[in-house]
């Protein structure tokens, strides 16, 4: 393989790394925000003095775990993903200079990179759904009993 044409070849799983590296940090920001989430309910929790706001911040705090978890997941394999690509841009310039013929291992890498790229952005769907679920809960929900706790310590 020419050079030429090993830099041709290289040039979508760039856009992937590019693409990956954006999705990345909006699902940083998302567990960031998890994050702070779960301190203001930790805080919370401490003041709550009602069995039943205990156990609504209880159940907001296990949420809270759980988005997190699939947070970490969707980042987890965003990030093989993103050292996969590494190797496929890697194994296709190696191709081009050593004329090896590393082709099968390159197509290999690259689908295992959408495999993952797949159950990251799967994971990151559920953990919006389990955010949209808590949002429009029925329920006497966290909220209130932040804004309540806060009103008693004012």
């Given at each position: 393989?020419?050079?030429?044409?090993?830099?041709?070849?290289?040039?979508?799983?760039?856009?992937?790394?590019?693409?990956?590296?954006?999705?990345?940090?909006?699902?940083?920001?998302?567990?960031?925000?998890?994050?702070?989430?779960?301190?203001?309910?930790?805080?919370?929790?401490?003041?709550?003095?009602?069995?039943?706001?205990?156990?609504?911040?209880?159940n907001a705090k296990q949420k809270l775990i759980k988005r997190s978890s699939l947070v970490y997941l969707s980042i987890s394999l965003a990030a093989a993903n993103l050292l996969t690509v590494c190797f496929v841009i890697i194994f296709i310039f190696l191709s081009a200079i050593t004329n090896i013929d590393f082709y099968f291992l390159i197509a290999s890498l690259f689908i295992i990179c959408m495999m993952m790229l797949l159950i990251s952005l799967i994971s990151m769907v559920f953990e919006v759904f389990i955010a949209r679920s808590s949002m429009h809960s029925k329920l006497k929900g966290s909220e209130s009993v932040i804004a309540k706790i806060k009103l008693n310590l004012d």
């Open positions: 393989m020419d050079i030429i044409i090993a830099m041709q070849a290289a040039v979508t799983p760039v856009f992937l790394l590019t693409g990956v590296s954006a999705l990345l940090n909006v699902m940083m920001g998302r567990l960031s925000r998890i994050k702070d989430r779960m301190r203001i309910m930790q805080a919370i929790g401490v003041e709550a003095d009602e069995p039943d706001d205990k156990i609504i911040i209880e």
